[in-house]
DNA sequence: CTCAATTCGGATAATTTGTATCCGCTTAAT
DNA sequence: ATTAAGCGGATACAAATTATCCGAATTGAG
């Protein structure tokens, strides 16, 4: 039950997006350098999001990567999805069927132990996706202040991308 | 983002405890081969559950393990906070210290993905608390029918421990 | 009171998973 | 044509999970 680190990066990522002018993109190096993390391993999770719909891409000279749809609509749900696969985090392996009891009880009921979870997971990502990508840059910006707000899109301006 | 099998064998585990009589014990051996699982690991998970205060151990000929409380008072919650530790699964690496807007707004203040994500996990681990070890033998219970449960007392009784 | 059987407990190995990097390929702008 | 950039696969490396073994402690029988 341990959250892949890759999670953070891509939500930082989706949120520095976020925060530039609609459709403006960046390329995997900036996205990267801006929490100064390997540039490698981060194009690898930026890969995953486009797979999964949440970020576009464009190859070539001057390409890079935007969202591919509004942040308000891009929820933290649907990054981690994008990450760590959208399967349960409880896989039932249905130890129940072996046993001296097993037989007894109809075996296409499902799991009492198994549905615990499960539902204890569906309020965990009902609450990821209540919040969008952005809400996040909304309050990270707000923490900012004028000062780090103006230096961020001085950052943005001087890796190409349009800022907000 | 994935919940270790040890937590499934470990519920698994205490549900069959609970369903003998009250202050009843069985041994790694025993509890292992209720459901055909390797009874080394098995035991290992065990003692993880002893440590955490969930079964009491005795050792010796004729010991074993057994609920160190009521069953009522036993939540899902502790047993996976004892197989997997009780720690956030989303560990903030709080990357946005680094980066051309590090140092601007106040550092104190906690990040805002972190407190998303903490606040999803409050909820998940808000429904386990909520569901017992005695709710889910219950379940179980129900689910096996007379002759099933018949099934169960002997198998306990086999093992040396008293049916409920 | 000793001895042997039983059982837990911690240390140890093997396997899987996650982390990270690199390279060839395709695509697009200049 | 040349350069910039994403894409996918292959490949090391590190860490966590899975699994097993052996010693220490306890009980009960003789």
Known sequence: MKTLEGVEWAVHACAVLAGLAPGASLNAAALADFHRLPAAY???HLQALVR??????SRGG?????LAR????I??????AAIEGSGPSFRCQDIRREG????FGPSELPCDIACAFVEAEARYRAHLKAISVAQITRQVGAKLGPEGRSRFN????????KPA
């Open 70 to 73: 509004r942040p308000a609509d």
């Open 42 to 44: 981060m194009a690898k």
């Open 75 to 80: 929820s933290l749900w649907d990054i981690q």
């Open 100 to 103: 001296p009891c097993s037989g």
């Open 62 to 66: 001057r390409g890079g990567y935007r």
């Open 154 to 161: 001085d950052w943005a301006s001087e890796r190409g991308a």
């Open 52 to 57: 999964a719909g949440v970020l576009a891409a």
